[in-house]
Structure formats: C-alpha cells, structure tokens
C-alpha cells in the first residue's frame, strides 16, 4: 500500500522543482541586496500586510516569500539547508513543525531582545525555552458554525465539543485530519490531553461520526462552513473571525477546555541574511508589528499584551479573558512523543474507516431518536417529557444503545501503546528514510487498526439498531437475544 | 352604566347588531377571497417559476446538444484528424469556420494531438476586447492559431486572421510558446471516456476568458490520435440569464454543490480571474454564494445547503415573504449545478392584495351607506314600539279613549297593535261598568286594593231629580234609559271634574263624596263646586230638552261633611268602594229637603263654615232629622259670587236675599208678624217662592199656637 503523504507527490514533480528553483535564485538579484527569504504557509492575505510594513519601515530590505505547505516547508527548508540554499526564516502556525527543525538541528536559537513580549500565558510558555523559535501570536482552536444552520435546525449556539455530537450535525461537521494539518493535529492532541485519553477517543469518533467528509485543508474546513456545505467545523480562531469579519452569517466560540497555540518564527541555519532575519522577527514582536495582527482578514492574538488596548471592540483578549486563561498546559513533550502514532491512528479509523463509523453514529442517532419519540409526548404546541411506563422493552433498548455507544467509543489502542514502542515504530515520518521492513511493520499495524475500528463499529451499530428494532417491533425480537438483567 | 340603566334602545341595539354582523361577513368574504386568490397566485408563480427554470434547461439544451452532436460527427471526419502544418492552413478550417458561423454560442473550436501541435479558430466578431490584444487587423472575423512541432524551444505558434468569408487579412509572425494542449483540462478529460464530455467552468488558455468546453477525443486510424473541442463562454450564459429575469427584484444564478456561484447575470460578481501563486496560471475564482451578502439568496441558498429546502416554498427575510425554485441542471450540460431563482411574493401578491383592499374599502362605503337606512328602519320599528308603549301606559291610567293610531309593516309589531287595540276596547267596554275615576284614582294612591276601609272625614253628595216618577211614566224604557244615562253622564262629569268620587248611581240619583280616596284638601269647597256644576249641567240639558220639547229633569242637590267609614265592600270577586255611616244618611236625607224650601241645593252647617265667602249662600232653616241629636242648621247655596256666568248669582236676587237677611233672626225671636211681613214683600217680588209661603204658613200657626217656651227655632221632622 501507498503510505504515502498526498502532498509529497507533487512536491517532487520537475515542475514544482523549477517554480522552486525560479523562487530561490532567479528573483534574488534585486538592486545588488540579497533579499530576505521568508518560507511560510502563511496566505497573501496575512503575510502581505506585514510585508508591507516591514519594508516601509526598513526600505533596504527586500523580501521574498515563498508559500508552501506546512509538510512541504518543512521539506523544502530541510533540502535548502542540505544543499546551502537555506532560506532566511520559517513563519508558521504550527509548533511542531518548529519542533522537527530545531530536532534535525535545522534552526538557529535567537533571543529577541524587543520588550513587552509575554513569555508565557496561563503557565505556558509562548516561545521556545532555548529560543529556537519565537511565538508572535496566538490562537485558539474552536468551533466555528454558520447561523443559518442552528437558526434552521432551532439548536442552541454550540459551546463545547460536545455539542457537535447532537444528531442535527450528523454529515453537517467538517473537520481536517491532523496528518494534513499542523493546527487540526494539535485539536486533536489537546482533546486528547484535555479529555484524557479514552474520553478524548470518545469524543473525536463522535465528532468524526458526524463528519461528512474530512478536509483536505485545514482551510478548506471555514470556506465549507461559510458555503454551507457543512453546518459547523473544527478551526482555528483566525480562520473564523475573518470570515465573520468579512460579513458572512458565521460565528466562532473557543470551547470551554481551550487550547492556545503560539504561531511561530524562526532562524534557519546558514541563511545568508541573518542581521536582516533578525530584524525581521524583532518587527514582528514590536507593537507595530503586532497591531497587524488585529487586521480582520488575519485576527490573531497578539503576544504583547500591551497591543490590546488598540484592539476593535469584541476582540478576545487571553491575558484577561478567564476562559482563554484556563488553558490547559499543554504537555510538548507527550505530544512530540506520539505525534504520528496520532496521525497514523486516526487516519486509520477515523478516515478510512469513515463509511463504517457514519453509518453506526447513523444508527445510533436513530435508536436515540426513536426512544425519545417513545417516552416524549409531541404536540403541535409543545413537547412534554412524558415517561410512558409501559414502552416495552424500553430499559433492555436504553441498555443496547449505551452499549453501541460505549462500543463505538472505544479506543483503538491503549495510552500506554501510543507512546510505547508504537510511537518507536512511527517516529520516522519521512518515508525515504524508513526501511522496507519498518515500511511493512507499519503497514501491518495500520491494517489491524482498521479492521478493528471497522469491526468495533459494525458492531455497534448492530447494537444501536437492535435497540430501534426492540423499540419499533417489540415481539419480533431475535431469539439469540436475551432481555437484559431489570428488563421487562 | 347609569347611561343605560333603562336597557339599550332598540335602534342602537338593531344598529350594533347590523353593523356587527355585516362587518364579520364582509370582513371573512374579503379574507377568503384575499386567501383563496393569493393561494392561486402562489400556485401561479410556483408554476412561472417552474417553467423559467425549465426554459433555462432547455437554453442549455439548445446550446450544448448541437455542440454535442456536432462534437460526436466532428470526430469521425477524416480531414481534423491530419496534423497542422505552418505553412498552409489546416484542411479542415473551412469547415471549422463553418461551425462558428452556424452556433453563434460558441467561442472557438480546436483540436489538440498527441504529438502536441494544435490548431483552433476563434469567432473573434463578439470579442473586441481579445481582438485587440491580439492586434488583428481591421475586418477580421475568425482567427486562427496553429501550433505545430512540439519543441517549446523554437518559434512554432503562427496567428492568422480571416474576414467574414474566410478570406485572409493578415499573418503574425511566428511565436515561441510553452502551450502544450495535452497539460490542458479539456485534453486529459476527453482522453478519459470515448464520449463528448463538458468540463467544468474554467479559464480557455488563449483568451484567457472563462467558460465551459466540450471535448471528445478521436483515433486518428493510421494518423495521430488527438481530442477535438469546443469553447462556449460564460459571457453569453450570463447574457441569456439577464434576459429571464421578468423583474427587478428576482434573483436567478447558477451555484454548485462547494456553494460557489457559478453564473449570475452579472459575472463580474460571481467570478474572476486569478493568477495562481504557485504555477502562475490564470485561474478562476468562483464566488461563494454567501459573498454576495444577499440575506434572501443567503436564506435560500442555505435552506437548501441544510435540507430545509423544498420547492415553491416561501420564505421571509426582514419580514418580506419570497418565494424560490431550485432546479438542477442535468449532469450531462454542468456537474453538479443548480439554477436557482427567488422573487418577492408581493410581485404575484400584489395586484391581489390591492383587489383585496378595493374589495374592503366598498365594504366599508356601501355599510356607511347602508347606515343611515338601518337607522331609519330601526328608528321607525322603535318609534312605533314607543308609541305602544305610550299606549299601554294610557290604558293603564284608564285613558281608553281614542283609537290605538300605530302603523307599521312589522306583522308582529302590527298584531301588537290590533291586540292593543282590542284589549283597549275591552277594557273601554269593561269600564263602563265600574268607576273608571275611582279605580284610576285607586291605582294613582299607589295602595293595594283589599277590603277594609278607614274613618275619615267626607264631604258627600246626594242628587236626586224631581218629578222623575211621573216622567218615567209617560216615557218609553230606551228613551227613558238613554235621557237617564245622558243625564248622569253630564252630572258625573261636573262631580269628576272637581274631584269627587262617584260612591253609585241609585237609579237617577247620584251618591258621591269627596276626600278619598285621595285626600283632598278643601273638600267641601271642591263639592259645592260640584254641586254648581251639577246645577248647570242640569240646566243646560233642561234648556235643550225644552227646546225639543221632551220633558226636563230638575236636579237637587244635598251636601253634607262629616266623619264617615269609607273602603272596599264586598267579596274579592266583587268589590265596592263606598262611605257608610250617619253622615251619609244625613246627606241623602237633606237633599230630600230640598223640596220643603223649594231649594236646588242645601248644604249644612258643616258645609258652610269650610267654604269660603265666594259662595253666595242663606240660611233656610235649622232642623233636627230624625235620628239626629244635634240640630243642623241648613243653608240653601245660590252660586258664586264671581265667577263663569252660569254660576254666578244675578244681580237681582241679591235684594231678595238683602230682605230675607234679618228672617231667620225674627223667626227665632217669635216676631211672626214681622216675618209674615217680609215674606209677603217677597213673594210679591218672587211671586211663589216656596221659602216665603212656608215661613208665613209656619208663623200664622205660631200666631195662634205658639211654640213651647223652649224653642229656639228648630224644626222637628219626625219622618224619615
């Protein structure tokens, strides 16, 4: 089987090598000053206004950035460094992409010197503790919804992840998968580590229940939201706020238990401008830097909480705002540790094994639906929970339905296992570097993975539609079947 | 409440009840018509709608089919499928040229080889803007661009324009290009499937204009194999579109299943073009549906997007209803694409709601009309309703007379009229038998009529006529009944007139009293009033009987006042109201008196110390009646001293009674030959006076037999 990354298929392709080559080199000779190489995955939208800062403010700096993906970046950077063609800087969201580099000692520390930046929030530190790499914003991970759908569907604002399990978002959510993006990767983790580990699996096969399709991007995640191709998605702040700003019927709420990732910027070894780079990451922590940061099109948290007062009405603040202060710690190191073991196993059973977990939520939705029409007395005018004390079969229904659900919910393996010596056999992402017999072990590790999500979810919704079947048709129940203990 | 605290009268009532019911009808007719009209109007526009949107489908139909058909023929011509060369044209432009001038839809037509030359030519007539970038000279209608040899490192692009005919115009000279139409969208689609196939929306790689292809690859037999395909643009959808707007506020765009919006009349709002950052191909930027910030495009379109969509519904946006069709496109014109269109419901509503609001605004002139009416019916039904009651409360007061004078076409109001009418005939029938005046005055005093009676002081009447025996002698019963009956009618109306009660009527005589049952002051001045009245009515009746020359009645008359038991008498079935006691006997035995003096009316003393000095009376005499202790003095009563003519004494008597003024006190004194005296001047100036001959009778006897020493003038009447 392909294990391929998606992405790495074109990143070799002649043609993407020459857009590279023509990037690195043809470009740079501009009035006899190396330009500033910037690699980011950044859009125009937000590194264009900080761009244009920068060089109004320092006219004898050019600079040159280079847009490519989080993966791709990384790669890039790694090949340019091998090859002393080191771009300058790398400006990115997610951490652990910084991590890998200051790993494969591919980044130079640099303390910057610019005053009034915090150094942590809610006892997490922003930057990196050898200063590998600078954070300059911030962001939480949230839910984000369009209004038309919970206007349409009479539900509440959704407040917690939780929330996103209710049946009316089944097919409704979009979601990205943490191997394709940095910042999905780190939602998942921090449920993962907020919920503990087997509630957190719980929750994320309940939210991938109700996924229609994942993501691509963890861009495209918003843009369906907003086209009403999906009633809500799991995002990052920024991507909300500009949609909402840009006027669309959007909202976005950080869950209660949030997360607060920094997004970074750093030096990479042997680049050629690094007075300028430096001058560079020290613009972007000043306060006119930072106050690019409360642009509607970019809406991030700034890491100066001086900046704030410059902030439009409405703006979160994490430095005074209670809920954002609540943070949980977030643990690095556990993350790093299993950082593919989770991507690997949830594209195992969440997206692969994304037909089989549809269509036992599907049921399980069902039995849920079909108790409460069963117990709930329905008016045109109003609803009455009405315990109906002779529904036959009710207790032995309920009983099967937490059963699906407890099946469902299971995690796939154990927290010990994801950072045992699974996390040993998947720590070599790069697969030009693993050998045919690592590649094979993998292999056959994830294959087991899904045969088990796929078995466990065949089974739950077995479950889920035994108990509508007790409900709907209560003598045709199968004879292998016995009425549970306290069942009628 | 006080206002109507007698009850609401029947014409605010008839009125309240009319406007009411009317205004109900009125108002549900209007609103079921308004309903009944606006449903069919919103079936109407359901149905418009529908058949827009079919129209659209079938425009696409008629754009794309013959494309495809024509694709499908194209492919198997033997001379598309010969490779271009530089240097002449391609075999196959003449025919090329030929579609374009026959499907004014579309664009350009080319086909690409495996080998990677191409060939295409372009309608450049409705593109100026791309006629002049191409710098083509004056006139050209078709361009055609030929690639041919597949080294991008030589010139091997050549441009040649065609006028209208196909005649050429002009040549570039050749170009260096990194064109490749096997990296093209249309190339590897068609490539995929045998079939004719429509792309999806994107940018044509010459013009650089957007819009859709049809590809289909053909097998070249022994030569290269390669794809034939055809470029509509956008630009004449969207021209199309504006034309199915039927008005200003409908909304008609194309969007896809990511929710971008994939045609809109206007395409400058749908879509761009972008260069791509990363390849810096031109690419086209679809707008999303919800970029247009259109609240009704946003409510339908996301209604759809969530399954709460159904067609010909109608939604409300800023409290404005509208309604909408959504409409897929087949797969085989567009993937996955939907024309959708919503208008205001008040479009289709309007002209209803306006008839609605016409119809109403009659039923509020025609009712203000029809008002005044109802209030003429309903003040005539109740007029004539009052005058009934006025009638009844009439009878009640025992005013039977006249006739009962309602009219109305009412039956029922009119049967209450003859009843009225009836039972007032009735009771004017029934009445003649009891005392009208008595039982009215009873039912004025308010008191429960029952037996019983109290002590009180009266002042009674007795009547009586002289010669009355001998007259029903010679005259017939009907005569003698109806002379009686007139007679009696004309007294009690002169003893009702002034208040007395009329007691019974004893044959020709009449017995009445007065103070009670209402008590009345001054009495005995209202009876002597009476008695007058009966002295002139019976005059007045004699001088017209004696004029027919019937026989006449005289009347006399006699009061007296004393205490008397007055009440009902009887059984409950029968009762009488009448005075009992010695003062009754009394007055009927003075009126018989009447006789002795030759008087017409003798009242007693008890009479005449009540009534005031406007009564002309003179002692006759002082009697004791039988039965009676106390000696009366009697007083014959003369008339008025002022007064109405009839009543009044004439002059002349007044020397008469200015003589007989000292007679009673010479008669006490027993100077009989002084009386005697006087009583012979009398009787020479009233010849005959009875008075005059009784008194000389009286004292010529005393003369010769005086009376007992203790006389005082009293005479003794030992008989009844």
Same mark, same amino acid.
């Given at each position: 089987?392909?294990?391929?990354?998606?992405?790495?298929?074109?990143?070799?392709?002649?043609?993407?090598?020459?857009?590279?080559?023509?990037?690195?080199?043809?470009?740079?000779?501009?009035?006899?000053?190396?330009?500033?190489?910037?690699?980011?995955?950044?859009?125009?939208?937000?590194?264009?206004?900080?761009?244009?800062?920068?060089?109004?403010?320092?006219?004898?700096?050019?600079?040159?950035?280079?847009?490519?993906?989080?993966?791709?970046?990384?790669?890039?950077?790694?090949?340019?460094?091998?090859?002393?063609?080191?771009?300058?800087?790398?400006?990115?969201?997610?951490?652990?992409?910084?991590?890998?580099?200051?790993?494969?000692?591919?980044?130079?520390?640099?303390?910057?010197?610019?005053?009034?930046?915090?150094q942590q929030i809610g006892g997490q530190p922003i930057h990196d503790t050898d200063h590998h790499f600078t954070g300059f914003a911030l962001s939480s991970y949230g839910i984000?919804?369009?209004?038309?759908?919970?206007?349409?569907?009479?539900?509440p604002d959704p407040e917690e992840w939780e929330d996103l399990t209710h049946p009316a978002y089944f097919g409704q959510l979009s979601m990205c998968t943490p191997a394709l993006?940095?910042?999905?990767?780190?939602?998942?983790?921090?449920?993962?580590?907020?919920?503990?580990?087997?509630?957190?699996?719980?929750?994320?096969?309940?939210?991938?229940?109700?996924?229609?399709?994942?993501?691509?991007?963890?861009?495209?995640?918003?843009?369906?939201?907003?086209?009403?191709?999906?009633?809500?998605?799991?995002?990052?702040?920024?991507?909300?706020?500009?949609?909402?700003?840009?006027?669309?019927?959007?909202?976005?709420?950080?869950?209660?238990?949030?997360?607060?990732?920094?997004?970074?910027?750093?030096?990479?070894?042997?680049?050629?401008?690094?007075?300028?780079?430096?001058?560079?990451?020290?613009?972007?922590?000043?306060?006119?830097?930072?106050?690019?940061?409360?642009?509607?099109?970019?809406?991030?948290?700034?890491?100066?909480?001086?900046?704030?007062?410059?902030?439009?009405?409405?703006?979160?603040?994490?430095?005074?705002?209670?809920?954002?202060?609540?943070?949980?710690?977030?643990?690095?190191?556990?993350?790093?540790?299993?950082?593919?073991?989770?991507?690997?196993?949830?594209?195992?059973?969440?997206?692969?094994?994304?037909?089989?977990?549809?269509?036992?939520?599907?049921?399980?939705?069902?039995?849920?639906?079909?108790?409460?029409?069963?117990?709930?007395?329905?008016?045109?005018?109003?609803?009455?929970?009405?315990?109906?004390?002779?529904?036959?079969?009710?207790?032995?229904?309920?009983?099967?339905?937490?059963?699906?659900?407890?099946?469902?919910?299971?995690?796939?393996?154990?927290?010990?296992?994801?950072?045992?010596?699974?996390?040993?056999?998947?720590?070599?992402?790069?697969?030009?570097?693993?050998?045919?017999?690592?590649?094979?072990?993998?292999?056959?590790?994830?294959?087991?993975?899904?045969?088990?999500?796929?078995?466990?979810?065949?089974?739950?919704?077995?479950?889920?539609?035994?108990?509508?079947?007790?409900?709907?048709?209560?003598?045709?129940?199968?004879?292998?079947?016995?009425?549970?203990?306290?069942?009628? | 409440?006080?206002?109507?605290?007698?009850?609401?009268?029947?014409?605010?009532?008839?009125?309240?009840?009319?406007?009411?019911?009317?205004?109900?009808?009125?108002?549900?007719?209007?609103?079921?018509?308004?309903?009944?009209?606006?449903?069919?109007?919103?079936?109407?526009?359901?149905?418009?709608?529908?058949?827009?949107?079919?129209?659209?489908?079938?425009?696409?139909?008629?754009?794309?089919?013959?494309?495809?058909?024509?694709?499908?023929?194209?492919?198997?011509?033997?001379?598309?499928?010969?490779?271009?060369?530089?240097?002449?044209?391609?075999?196959?432009?003449?025919?090329?040229?030929?579609?374009?001038?026959?499907?004014?839809?579309?664009?350009?037509?080319?086909?690409?080889?495996?080998?990677?030359?191409?060939?295409?030519?372009?309608?450049?007539?409705?593109?100026?803007?791309?006629?002049?970038?191409?710098?083509?000279?004056?006139?050209?209608?078709?361009?055609?661009?030929?690639?041919?040899?597949?080294?991008?490192?030589?010139?091997?692009?050549?441009?040649?324009?065609?006028?209208?005919?196909?005649?050429?115009?002009?040549?570039?000279?050749?170009?260096?290009?990194?064109?490749?139409?096997?990296?093209?969208?249309?190339?590897?689609?068609?490539?995929?499937?045998?079939?004719?196939?429509?792309?999806?929306?994107?940018?044509?790689?010459?013009?650089?204009?957007?819009?859709?292809?049809?590809?289909?690859?053909?097998?070249?037999?022994?030569?290269?194999?390669?794809?034939?395909?055809?470029?509509?643009?956008?630009?004449?959808?969207?021209?199309?579109?504006?034309?199915?707007?039927?008005?200003?506020?409908?909304?008609?765009?194309?969007?896809?299943?990511?929710?971008?919006?994939?045609?809109?009349?206007?395409?400058?709002?749908?879509?761009?073009?972008?260069?791509?950052?990363?390849?810096?191909?031109?690419?086209?930027?679809?707008?999303?549906?919800?970029?247009?910030?259109?609240?009704?495009?946003?409510?339908?379109?996301?209604?759809?997007?969530?399954?709460?969509?159904?067609?010909?519904?109608?939604?409300?946006?800023?409290?404005?209803?509208?309604?909408?069709?959504?409409?897929?496109?087949?797969?085989?014109?567009?993937?996955?694409?939907?024309?959708?269109?919503?208008?205001?419901?008040?479009?289709?509503?309007?002209?209803?709601?306006?008839?609605?609001?016409?119809?109403?605004?009659?039923?509020?002139?025609?009712?203000?009309?029809?008002?005044?009416?109802?209030?003429?019916?309903?003040?005539?039904?109740?007029?004539?309703?009052?005058?009934?009651?006025?009638?009844?409360?009439?009878?009640?007061?025992?005013?039977?007379?006249?006739?009962?004078?309602?009219?109305?076409?009412?039956?029922?109001?009119?049967?209450?009229?003859?009843?009225?009418?009836?039972?007032?005939?009735?009771?004017?029938?029934?009445?003649?038998?009891?005392?009208? +005046?008595? !039982?009215? &005055?009873?039912?004025?005093?308010?008191?429960?009529?029952? #037996?019983? *009676?109290?002590?009180?002081?009266? $002042?009674?009447?007795?009547?009586?006529?002289?010669?009355?025996?001998?007259?029903?002698?010679?005259?017939?019963?009907?005569?003698?009944?109806?002379?009686?009956?007139?007679?009696?009618?004309?007294?009690?109306?002169?003893?009702?007139?002034?208040?007395?009660?009329?007691?019974?009527?004893?044959?020709?005589?009449?017995?009445?009293?007065?103070?009670?049952?209402?008590?009345?002051?001054?009495?005995?001045?209202?009876?002597?009033?009476?008695?007058?009245?009966?002295?002139?009515?019976?005059?007045?009746?004699?001088?017209?009987?004696?004029?027919?020359?019937?026989?006449?009645?005289?009347?006399?008359?006699?009061?007296?006042?004393?205490?008397?038991?007055?009440?009902?008498?009887?059984?409950?079935?029968?009762?009488?109201?009448?005075?009992?006691? +010695?003062? !009754?006997? &009394?007055?009927?035995?003075?009126?018989?008196?009447?006789? #002795?003096? *030759?008087?017409?009316?003798?009242? $007693?003393?008890?009479?005449?110390?009540?009534?005031?000095?406007?009564?002309?009376?003179?002692?006759?005499?002082?009697?004791?009646?039988?039965?009676?202790?106390?000696?009366?003095?009697?007083?014959?009563?003369?008339?008025?001293?002022?007064?109405?003519?009839?009543?009044?004494?004439?002059?002349?008597?007044?020397?008469?009674?200015?003589?007989?003024?000292?007679?009673?006190?010479?008669?006490?004194?027993?100077?009989?030959?002084?009386?005697?005296?006087?009583?012979?001047?009398?009787?020479?100036?009233?010849p005959g006076s009875t008075l005059a001959t009784l008194y000389i009778r009286r004292c010529e006897q005393f003369k010769e037999n005086p009376p007992p020493p203790e006389w005082?003038?009293?005479?003794?009447?030992?008989?009844?």
């Amino acid at each position: 089987m392909d294990t391929r990354h998606p992405t790495s298929q074109w990143i070799w392709t002649p043609r993407f090598l020459i857009i590279l080559l023509l990037l690195l080199f043809a470009k740079r000779p501009v009035l006899g000053a190396e330009p500033l190489v910037i690699v980011t995955p950044f859009p125009k939208v937000t590194y264009e206004p900080f761009q244009r800062a920068f060089e109004k403010s320092h006219p004898e700096i050019k600079l040159e950035i280079i847009r490519l993906k989080t993966d791709a970046a990384i790669k890039a950077i790694q090949k340019g460094v091998a090859e002393g063609k080191s771009p300058d800087l790398f400006w990115a969201s997610a951490k652990d992409a910084f991590e890998i580099l200051s790993d494969d000692d591919q980044l130079v520390p640099y303390h910057s010197a610019v005053p009034g930046v915090a150094q942590q929030i809610g006892g997490q530190p922003i930057h990196d503790t050898d200063h590998h790499f600078t954070g300059f914003a911030l962001s939480s991970y949230g839910i984000m919804w369009n209004g038309y759908f919970t206007r349409l569907h009479q539900l509440p604002d959704p407040e917690e992840w939780e929330d996103l399990t209710h049946p009316a978002y089944f097919g409704q959510l979009s979601m990205c998968t943490p191997a394709l993006s940095g910042t999905t990767h780190m939602t998942v983790e921090s449920i993962l580590q907020n919920y503990g580990w087997d509630e957190g699996w719980r929750l994320l096969k309940a939210l991938g229940g109700n996924v229609r399709e994942f993501a691509r991007n963890s861009g495209d995640v918003p843009d369906a939201v907003t086209a009403g191709t999906a009633g809500a998605g799991v995002v990052i702040d920024f991507y909300a706020l500009t949609n909402k700003a840009s006027g669309h019927d959007v909202a976005y709420t950080p869950p209660k238990r949030p997360s607060l990732v920094p997004a970074n910027i750093a030096l990479i070894k042997n680049g050629p401008n690094s007075k300028a780079a430096k001058q560079f990451i020290d613009f972007l922590l000043t306060p006119e830097g930072q106050k690019i940061l409360l642009l509607p099109e970019i809406n991030r948290l700034p890491v100066n909480p001086t900046v704030y007062a410059q902030a439009p009405r409405g703006f979160p603040n994490p430095f005074t705002n209670k809920s954002l202060l609540a943070a949980q710690p977030f643990d690095v190191e556990l993350s790093k540790k299993r950082y593919a073991v989770i991507n690997q196993l949830f594209d195992a059973t969440l997206v692969k094994g994304l037909p089989e977990l549809k269509s036992a939520t599907k049921a399980i939705h069902l039995a849920s639906k079909t108790i409460e029409e069963k117990t709930t007395w329905k008016t045109p005018w109003f609803t009455l929970p009405w315990y109906l004390p002779n529904v036959p079969n009710l207790a032995w229904a309920r009983e099967k339905l937490a059963e699906a659900r407890k099946r469902l919910g299971t995690a796939p393996i154990t927290l010990e296992e994801s950072t045992g010596n699974l996390a040993e056999i998947f720590s070599e992402v790069s697969n030009d570097k693993l050998s045919a017999e690592q590649k094979g072990k993998q292999a056959q590790i994830r294959a087991r993975w899904q045969a088990d999500t796929r078995q466990t979810a065949k089974e739950a919704e077995k479950l889920a539609q035994l108990a509508t079947q007790l409900l709907n048709n209560p003598n045709s129940v199968p004879n292998e079947q016995t009425p549970a203990k306290g069942a009628p | 409440m006080k206002l109507f605290s007698k009850g609401i009268p029947f014409h605010i009532n008839l009125l309240s009840i009319f406007l009411l019911v009317v205004s109900a009808l009125c108002g549900s007719v209007t609103w079921y018509n308004y309903n009944a009209n606006a449903s069919s109007a919103t079936t109407a526009a359901q149905v418009l709608l529908q058949q827009v949107n079919q129209k659209i489908v079938e425009r696409f139909q008629r754009a794309f089919d013959p494309v495809f058909s024509l694709t499908d023929i194209v492919t198997t011509i033997r001379s598309i499928k010969e490779l271009p060369t530089l240097a002449r044209p391609h075999p196959s432009q003449e025919f090329l040229i030929q579609i374009l001038s026959h499907n004014p839809q579309v664009f350009a037509v080319y086909m690409g080889y495996d080998t990677g030359d191409f060939v295409e030519v372009f309608n450049l007539e409705p593109a100026p803007d791309f006629r002049q970038k191409l710098k083509a000279p004056e006139g050209t209608h078709y361009g055609v661009m030929t690639i041919a040899n597949d080294d991008p490192e030589l010139p091997r692009k050549r441009w040649v324009f065609l006028d209208k005919n196909g005649f050429s115009l002009g040549v570039h000279p050749l170009e260096k290009t990194d064109y490749d139409p096997r990296l093209r969208p249309w190339f590897i689609n068609a490539k995929e499937t045998s079939e004719a196939k429509a792309s999806d929306l994107y940018v044509f790689g010459t013009s650089k204009k957007p819009g859709v292809t049809v590809s289909q690859a053909f097998l070249g037999d022994d030569d290269v194999d390669g794809v034939f395909g055809v470029d509509m643009t956008v630009g004449h959808f969207a021209g199309f579109l504006q034309q199915q707007q039927f008005s200003e506020s409908s909304q008609l765009f194309f969007f896809n299943g990511k929710g971008e919006l994939t045609a809109h009349p206007d395409p400058a709002k749908s879509m761009r073009i972008a260069i791509d950052e990363k390849t810096g191909d031109p690419v086209l930027v679809l707008a999303r549906v919800s970029d247009l910030h259109d609240r009704i495009l946003n409510e339908l379109f996301y209604r759809y997007q969530y399954g709460f969509w159904e067609n010909g519904m109608i939604f409300e946006v800023n409290g404005e209803k509208h309604i909408g069709q959504i409409t897929p496109v087949p797969d085989r014109y567009a993937k996955d694409t939907m024309i959708a269109i919503t208008v205001p419901l008040k479009e289709f509503l309007g002209p209803i709601s306006e008839n609605g609001m016409r119809s109403l605004i009659f039923a509020v002139i025609a009712l203000a009309l029809a008002m005044p009416i109802i209030l003429i019916i309903s003040v005539r039904i109740s007029r004539t309703l009052r005058l009934l009651v006025a009638e009844t409360g009439r009878i009640r007061q025992f005013q039977l007379t006249g006739e009962v004078n309602v009219r109305s076409s009412v039956s029922e109001i009119k049967m209450l009229t003859q009843s009225i009418a009836a039972m007032k005939t009735a009771l004017n029938t029934f009445g003649q038998y009891v005392p009208k +005046a008595l !039982v009215r &005055q009873l039912i004025e005093s308010g008191k429960a009529v029952g #037996l019983g *009676g109290d002590r009180r002081q009266l $002042t009674l009447m007795f009547t009586d006529v002289s010669g009355f025996t001998s007259m029903s002698e010679i005259m017939t019963a009907e005569d003698l009944t109806h002379k009686i009956s007139e007679y009696l009618k004309h007294l009690t109306i002169a003893i009702l007139d002034n208040g007395g009660t009329i007691d019974k009527y004893i044959g020709d005589s009449i017995m009445a009293f007065w103070n009670a049952p209402a008590l009345l002051e001054n009495h005995p001045t209202h009876a002597c009033r009476a008695a007058l009245g009966c002295a002139v009515a019976s005059r007045e009746l004699n001088d017209h009987w004696k004029q027919l020359g019937e026989p006449v009645m005289f009347t006399r008359i006699g009061l007296h006042t004393g205490e008397a038991v007055v009440g009902n008498i009887g059984s409950t079935d029968r009762m009488d109201y009448t005075a009992m006691g +010695a003062t !009754v006997n &009394q007055a009927s035995r003075i009126e018989a008196l009447n006789t #002795l003096y *030759g008087s017409q009316i003798l009242i $007693t003393d008890t009479v005449a110390k009540e009534i005031g000095p406007e009564f002309v009376i003179r002692m006759v005499d002082k009697v004791l009646p039988k039965g009676v202790k106390v000696p009366v003095v009697l007083y014959e009563l003369l008339g008025l001293r002022d007064g109405p003519e009839a009543m009044r004494v004439p002059e002349e008597r007044y020397r008469e009674l200015e003589l007989w003024t000292p007679v009673m006190g010479l008669y006490q004194n027993r100077q009989w030959t002084e009386v005697i005296e006087i009583c012979q001047r009398l009787l020479e100036m009233v010849p005959g006076s009875t008075l005059a001959t009784l008194y000389i009778r009286r004292c010529e006897q005393f003369k010769e037999n005086p009376p007992p020493p203790e006389w005082d003038g009293t005479q003794v009447f030992l008989r009844k």
